[in-house]
């Protein structure tokens, strides 16, 4: 679980990165589909994570809107301080939380009830879904976007060490 | 790691309803970004699945091109083959596996290393990015596209059943 949000938290520095070689005016234009913006995405994907975990946690979290984070060195700290708060909880986690039940009141005000797991899983899909609508955005406007690829990356350099009989 | 992969099944075969409702030109329409079209992007999904599993499974995949599966009926047999094949593989994980090491030549003709691990997390995530894509592409046609949550889909009915004493 912790190699995916790892994943996630690492594409999403390289999108902030990636703003911060774009145009200003490309990051806030409306777009068609998901959540009509880059930088917006970019808080949602923040927003929707820290809401999830923190629920999980049983902390209250201290919201920022986007209208008090809405360029990108704000957004970044923003996610910095989101990120600092629910990385114990992400390092922590262990397979016997899996079946651990929160029970969360929904938009029409119905109360329902889900498995720790589902949480976690639902959290780190949530974020690649978006990513891959910036991908499209990106090359609309003319730019290469983040690699997506999850290989590569370094993130599972300790485990090929560990297992170095089978190296070339 | 089950779950991750039932979810993007679920998801895929939505996404084959969806194709089936939708103009034909549509789908095969050249399209900014990603894989270019959203017919050739459910088979890019297939065709990565299918190929990274074979491998871990050590077995020979058996492609179709593309060519010979360009239109959606042909496409959702040749994914339910290649489901079939790889499906035991996937059924049968187990955590003892992570660390095992898959030598795979890349496009340069480099030998690479990775775990096994890594490469079922890859395939996890390459679907739901492009999967991201589509439904960019679906509004820009004005049509809704399948819903992403991985959240309320009955994945972890069990999950949930089985801690009955924290149900409402």
Request: net charge negative.
């Amino acid at each position: 679980m912790l190699k995916l949000f790892e994943y996630n938290w690492q594409v999403r520095n390289e999108w902030f990165n990636w703003c911060e070689q774009a145009d200003e005016h490309e990051l806030t234009k409306e777009r068609t589909g998901g959540m009509g913006s880059i930088l917006y995405t970019l808080y949602h994907i923040v927003d929707v994570e820290y809401s999830w975990i923190s629920g999980l946690q049983g902390r209250e979290p201290q919201y920022v809107q986007f209208e008090d984070c809405a360029d990108v060195r704000k957004l970044r700290e923003y996610a910095a301080r989101c990120r600092a708060e629910i990385a114990p909880f992400i390092h922590g986690w262990k397979d016997d939380l899996e079946t651990n039940v929160l029970t969360d009141q929904n938009n029409e005000g119905e109360w329902e009830n889900f498995s720790y797991g589902e949480i976690m899983r639902h959290v780190i899909a949530h974020e690649i879904h978006h990513i891959g609508q910036l991908s499209i955005w990106s090359r609309e406007i003319g730019k290469k976007p983040v690699t997506a690829n999850l290989i590569r990356r370094g993130l599972f350099k300790e485990e090929i060490k560990a297992e170095g009989k089978h190296s070339l």
